[in-house]
């Protein structure tokens, strides 16, 4: 492996988020080229030793993220109002995607989830009470 590939590998696998091609090109400044980050993250991916989504996020566009594979695949958060990614722990949908694999007759080989909202303290107290009491209207209507 090129030291460029090697030290885009140690990035994601000292992450504890994911990270945008961009924002590997900033920590690999000085190192290497944005061009090397892609053309090593693409090379990663293809090798087995990274994965990556493509998010949308209102604010900051449509971007992928790569993450490294050495822990297990992994779904993560990512908060509308302060963009921060929250791990969401293993992935438990396996069984779910067995079903839909039987049921189309299909092989499934990869698959991406994410979920977006509001992290625990951009939803604050005013937030959760406000949905409380929205909650609250509705059943009175019923
Ligand atoms: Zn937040
Ligand atoms: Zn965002
Ligand atoms: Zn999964």
């Known amino acids: 492996m090129t030291k460029a590939r090697k030290g885009v590998k140690r990035l994601l696998d000292e992450a504890e988020k994911p990270l945008s091609a961009l924002d590997v090109g900033t920590l690999m400044e000085g190192v290497c080229d944005l061009a090397t980050v892609y053309r090593s993250l693409?090379?990663?991916?293809?090798?087995?030793?990274?994965?990556?989504?493509?998010?949308?996020?209102?604010?900051?566009?449509?971007?992928?993220?790569?993450?490294?594979?050495?822990?297990?695949?992994?779904?993560?958060?990512?908060?509308?109002?302060?963009?921060?990614?929250?791990?969401?722990?293993?992935?438990?949908?396996?069984?779910?995607?067995?079903?839909?694999?039987?049921?189309?007759?299909?092989?499934?080989?990869?698959?991406?989830?994410?979920?977006t909202g509001l992290c625990e303290g951009c939803r604050g107290e005013d937030s959760v009470s406000e949905l409380v009491e929205k909650e609250r209207g509705e059943e009175g209507r019923e």
């Open 42 to 115: 693409h090379y990663l991916e293809e090798n087995g030793f990274a994965e990556s989504f493509v998010l949308h996020c209102s604010a900051h566009g449509t971007e992928r993220y790569y993450v490294s594979r050495k822990a297990p695949h992994r779904h993560w958060f990512h908060c509308e109002r302060c963009h921060r990614f929250i791990d969401l722990g293993a992935c438990r949908i396996g069984a779910i995607l067995k079903s839909m694999e039987s049921e189309a007759g299909v092989l499934i080989r990869h698959h991406a989830l994410y979920a």
